[in-house]
């Protein structure tokens, strides 16, 4: 009875060391949690010295169902080392059929609870759940790194793979997350999971002048300076932010200087007071820069409508001196010389000759071309009334942009309607300059006639890019030295709105090449 009992205690004991041994012995990340609350064995310890199975005492009878269950609870660590190291010391209390694994029990002993992630038969021995091969016996602990130096095989590769395969619940990093997910996710993360996403790189911080420009933000838009909104501080209001826009437009950076032509055969129809409105209104926009040309090839009127400061010379005594100013030292100063500067609308006049023993060709158009064009941004022509002299066809081949001045009577629409036909059989570059015409009306009092206005604006809105309505001025119609502080405000505004249409066209006309 003592020989029974003791030998029962030992084979608890037995059994416990065993638990302890699988109880610390670490579990790789993808396994799953064993049922039994037991562990495994530190890897360090080593199994007990193996004898020849001869050695062995025959198997002793399992332990009686009394036996306490305190081996199969989860033991304490000390406790555990104790257990071990006495099983350590007892070898001779192994099976028989011990085949060289310490840990194996035999196929008769009572065997810990099995893994029920196994799917071995039921009718052969507990193995390793793990292992590669369900139905083949093991011969060794799969846990055991004497008997084999490669590590565990992953039981969800293929038994034929050499190398163990990737964890399946392992996420790579360079894989993409929204891949994964379903289409009902992807609606609510369309750039994946907040927090899986793999690190994007930092943007290298740029300091290129011309980014950090761009990256400051706009300048506040400046407050009203006319009417109420001007004296409680406000914003603009609709006009004056059309008015500002169109200041803007007119003051456009011309990638070269330009040229641009007032033409309308017939004597009356308003083309010296458009010339000079529209040189005023770009001269304030831009703050200078603009000449106003007197292209009649005999005697105009302009030195009649232009204040005379001091300078009496025209485009004849210019001639004289141009030798003088074309030279490479020659200075704005030398030119401005013989022109009139008109300080209200910040530009200068060009006159004509007052005698007719001077009539101007078209060689003398190319040198007063050239040589204006070397010291404006703007040329603003007037021409005369002859559109068979050779002046007046270089003019038009020098012109970016074309503007007709008409009044609402038959005559002065009927020599515009007549031009725009003769143009339009020139060639090509003819025609583009009819495509980029405005159309300037300016009426004087009782000039308009409401039948004519009827029956041909809509022919000039289809021929022309813009038609502009400048209303009648007493400044203009006194027929004196133009002021352009003296005009009315409405007269100034349709100034500057001829000149922001103008400016947008020649925008378009440097776009082509030429």
């Known amino acids: 009875m003592t020989d029974s009992h003791n030998s029962g205690q030992h084979k608890d004991r037995e059994a416990a060391a065993a638990e302890v041994r699988r109880m610390w012995q670490p579990t790789p990340s993808w396994t799953q949690p064993d049922p039994s609350p037991a562990a495994a064995t530190p890897p360090a310890q080593n199994p007990p010295a193996q004898s020849p199975p ?121 894989q993409d997350q929204q891949s994964q997910l379903s289409p009902a996710a992807q609606h609510f993360f369309p750039q994946g999971v907040p927090g899986q996403q793999a690190p994007q790189p930092e943007r290298p911080v740029s300091y290129r002048a ?49 040229t641009i032509t007032i033409a309308n055969p017939k004597g009356g129809s308003g083309k010296t007071p458009t010339t000079l409105l529209l040189a005023g209104a770009l001269g304030q926009a831009r703050g200078g820069g603009v000449v106003a040309w007197d292209n009649n090839e005999l005697r105009g009127n302009m030195h009649l409508r232009t204040h005379d400061t ?51 060709e078209a060689k003398d158009f190319d040198q007063i071309h050239r040589l204006l064009s070397r010291f404006y941004k703007v040329l603003v022509i007037d021409t005369g009334n002859n559109e068979g002299s050779s002046n007046w066809r270089e003019a038009m081949k020098a012109s970016d942009v ?31 300059l009819i495509r980029r015409a405005v159309i300037a009306v300016s009426n004087g009092p009782g000039d308009v006639n409401k039948e004519v206005e009827k029956q041909l604006r809509p022919y000039f809105e289809s021929r022309a890019a813009a038609v502009v309505d400048i209303p009648t001025d007493p400044h203009i119609a006194a027929e004196g030295p133009l002021d352009h502080s003296a005009l009315q405000p409405a007269t100034r505004r349709a100034a500057l709105e001829l000149a922001a249409k103008v400016a947008e066209q020649v925008t378009i006309a440097l776009n082509v090449p030429r």
């Open 54 to 174: 001869a050695q062995h005492p025959p198997a002793q009878p399992s332990p009686p169902a009394s036996t306490p269950r305190s081996s199969q609870a989860t033991p304490d660590p000390e406790e555990g080392e104790e257990v071990a190291e006495e099983a350590q010391q007892q070898p001779d209390a192994l099976s028989p059929e011990y085949t060289g694994d310490s840990w194996s029990q035999p196929a008769a002993a009572q065997a810990p609870t099995p893994d029920p992630w196994s799917k071995q038969p039921a009718q052969e021995p507990a193995a390793d759940p793990w292992s590669k091969s369900a139905g083949q016996e093991q011969s060794g602990d799969s846990w055991s790194r004497t008997g084999r130096p490669e590590p565990a095989a992953d039981p969800w590769a293929t038994s034929g793979a050499k190398e163990p395969a990737a964890d399946p619940w392992a996420q790579p990093a360079e």
């Open 402 to 432: 074309l503007v007709i001045p008409i009044k609402w009577k038959s005559l002065s629409c009927a020599a515009a309607v007549q031009m725009l036909e003769e143009l339009d059989h020139q060639g090509p570059d003819a025609q583009r």
């Open 310 to 360: 001091n300078s009496r010379s025209t485009v004849t005594d210019l001639l004289q001196a141009m030798q003088m100013l074309t030279q490479p030292d020659a200075r704005l100063g030398d030119v401005g010389a013989y022109l009139r500067h008109q300080v209200s609308g910040q530009y200068d006049v060009l006159t004509s000759a007052t005698t007719t023993y001077a009539q101007i």
């Open 210 to 258: 011309d980014e950090l420009l761009q990256a400051l933000p706009l300048p506040r838009e400046a407050p009203a300076e006319k009417g109420v909104r001007s004296v409680l501080r406000l914003r603009p209001g609709t006009a004056e932010r059309l008015e500002r826009i169109a200041r803007a437009t007119a003051a456009t950076a011309f990638r070269r200087p330009v």
